[in-house]
């Protein structure tokens, strides 16, 4: 039986095979951002996503440059104009978004699904930081969801 994803899961899934991207191994962000043809630049200053490009905190780990990567692709694939001049309630619900892309980019469900996940809540955690390159809150988060959303498939 195939597994039904919702549709951001149905979307991430999709991106990444369109980018020959089908492992953990693959997921890093040379090889998304490469593939779809953006540019990152590494500065000091906070992430964000202005003109065109992605711009990360040199001076943060891999694993936060990772998952701010995944929140600012969301913005560059999904929002149009400028964040500063639309009203606050909507730049929240964006920002949402783009946290939940992230979850979701960084951890997809389709790897996720091939995973074969320690019984204890701590061990599974530490082997999704380990395989996606995230920090601790970030998996821990991711698979509370994950599990959730089981429930609904």
């Known amino acids: 039986m195939a597994n039904t994803y919702n549709n951001l899961e149905g979307y991430i ?10 492992h953990p191994h693959q997921l890093n962000i040379e090889n998304v951002y490469s593939r779809l043809g953006m540019e990152v630049h590494y500065l ?3 992430a964000m996503f202005v003109f065109g490009r992605i711009f990360l905190d040199s001076n943060s780990t891999e694993e936060t440059q990772w998952q701010d990567f995944g929140h600012e692709l969301c913005h560059a694939l999904w929002h149009a104009g400028n964040q500063a001049l639309i009203p606050f309630s909507l730049r929240e619900y964006q920002e ?15 790897m996720l ?3 074969d996940l320690p019984n ?17 809150q970030f998996a821990e988060k991711r698979l509370r969801q994950y599990f959730k ?3 609904h498939r």
């Not at 899934?13 to 089908?22: A, E, G, V």
């Not at 946290?99 to 980019?105: A, I, R, V, Y």
Request: net charge negative.
């Open 13 to 22: 899934q999709k991106l990444l095979h369109r980018i020959d991207i089908y």
């Open 44 to 46: 000091e200053q906070d």
């Open 96 to 110: 949402w978004k783009a946290e939940n892309f992230s979850q979701h980019l960084c951890i997809p469900t389709f």
């Open 113 to 115: 699904d091939k995973m």
């Open 120 to 136: 204890y809540e701590r061990e599974a955690i530490w082997m999704i930081m380990e395989t996606f390159g995230v920090e601790w």
């Open 149 to 151: 959303n089981l429930l």
